[in-house]
Antibody
């Protein structure tokens, strides 16, 4: 059974940093892309970032480019999201998701399944 | 970026009803369209990927169709466990944008 367990969320002041982790099990982690998707309170879903199975290719939403960094440690079956210069609008539940990709070279034809349970990030003074 | 819209934003239906949700992309995305279901306080779950392929374990009352820019999700015979919010998502190119969601509740 595939399991994804996020951690690292919490309360942080504007301008601060936080690192989220997602530990995966139940599938060959290094052969799958992974993604982060967030959901602000009461709002819809927003894809944040994705990374290839090898970690060699990364992709970001414009809203986080230059502030967030996605990475993975395949020896630990763990996905990370380093979040710097956090803003109030980054407040959300952050989900990690196993990502299937039809065309990996350009990250085209992707779907997210399953998702972790999410970790809440609150940016507030 | 590709913008996604959904209609309606919400609907009320009864158990047994046939429900159709529409999703439109701002440019052609071929068949790179997925559908997710989210229940309150839970993570989203994949229902359909690549426009019409049912995810393993998803009941056959869910179906998807469309291509280019216009897509539909149909639930044939709404069940009590189907009351939830449904999101479409384009996977043609990053950023992988989602529609704003359609909330299906009980009439």
């Amino acid at each position: 059974e595939v399991q994804l367990l996020e951690s690292g969320g919490g309360l942080v002041q504007p301008g601060g940093s936080l690192r989220l982790s997602c530990v995966a099990s139940g599938f060959p982690f290094n052969t799958y892309a992974m993604s982060w998707v967030r959901q602000a309170p009461g709002k819809g879903l927003e894809w944040v970032s994705g990374i290839s199975g090898s970690g060699g290719s990364t992709f970001y939403a414009d809203s986080v480019k230059g502030r967030f960094s996605i990475s993975r440690d395949n020896s630990k079956n763990t996905l990370y999201l380093q979040m710097n210069r956090l803003r109030a609008e980054d407040t959300a539940v952050y989900y990690c998701a196993k990502t299937s990709v039809v065309v990996p070279s350009v990250m085209q034809g992707v779907w997210f399944a399953p998702w972790g349970q999410g970790t809440l990030v609150t940016v507030s003074s | 970026d590709i913008q996604m819209t959904q209609s309606p934003s919400s609907l009320s239906a009864s158990v047994g009803d046939r429900v159709t949700i529409t999703c439109r992309a701002s440019q052609t995305i071929n068949s790179y369209l997925n559908w997710y279901q989210q229940k309150p306080g839970k993570a989203p779950e994949l229902l359909i990927y690549a426009e019409s392929i049912l995810q393993s374990g998803v009941p056959s009352r869910f179906s998807g169709r469309g291509s280019g820019t216009d897509f539909t999700l149909t639930i044939s015979g709404l069940q009590p466990e189907d009351f939830a919010t449904y999101y479409c998502q384009q996977s043609y190119s990053p950023p992988f944008t989602f529609g704003p969601g359609t909330k299906v509740d009980i009439k």
